[in-house]
């Protein structure tokens, strides 16, 4: 049997291809409380804390629970965090569609790689579609839905990662088996639910998951723009990780 060539790369968005977190969704979370009077603000260190809880509306309600200020009903929390989740991605996309979030270094290289060479690429994340619109129409052009093969957002998958949905149903659009892809993450949480859809996973570390324990993934770095720090190591020219680095790794899945 002839081993599996690897045809797609599936992108995660939050943290991989841009720092949205720290400079987007934290700052339009408090703006949104602010704009409700609602009387909590999160810090950036408990940010990173409630990341460990995918999805923006998830977050909110897990946070009220330790929050004495929110209101008691389960109910009435859920109307809340919903007002909320609204206005913070309406800010959001307000705050990306200035241009002010860029794609992290590599990642359009990357993008331009792919598409020069015929290989599919697909976006999966738990968030939106019109967040990821946002982000991606600023920063590769109104036309960003060419260049993907399938885009898998929460409308989608509405289980969020670390759970597979969003990666089987991505495979189901691309009609390919888990072999013939790599996913690209920044997270523990991300590398659970590409692993348990049997993707293999390269991790760009990113800045709220700088030290995520990210055993089984088939590679592990600071970032696409360079190719220092990896483990396992990359020769040491200067330049970025490519394509050729990926089919590379891809080749040595267990
Ligand atoms: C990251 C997330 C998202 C964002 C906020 O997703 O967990 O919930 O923090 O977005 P990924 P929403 O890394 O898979 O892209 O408020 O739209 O959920
Ligand atoms: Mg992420």
Known sequence: LRPLMLEAILWDVDGTLA?????GHLVAFNGAF????IPWRWSEQRYGELLRVAGGFERLLFDMESQPLAPGSLEERSALARRIHVLKNQRYKKLVASGALRLRPGVRELF??????GLSMAIVTTTSHGNVDAL??????ADWKA???AVVCAEDAPV??????????ALVRLRLRAEQAVAIEDSAMGLAAATAAGIPVVITRSRYF???HVTGALAVGPSLGTRAGWSPA???RPGKVGLADIRRWHETRG
């Open 210 to 212: 700088p030290d995520d």
């Open 147 to 149: 260049r993907f093969a």
């Open 112 to 117: 331009d790689e792919c598409s020069a060479s």
């Open 19 to 23: 720092e949205t977190e720290r400079d």
């Open 234 to 236: 990359l020769d040491a």
């Open 136 to 141: 991606l129409s600023a920063q590769v052009g």
């Open 34 to 37: 602010e704009e409700l009077d």
């Open 160 to 169: 969020k990662k670390p759970d597979p949905q969003a990666y089987r149903l």
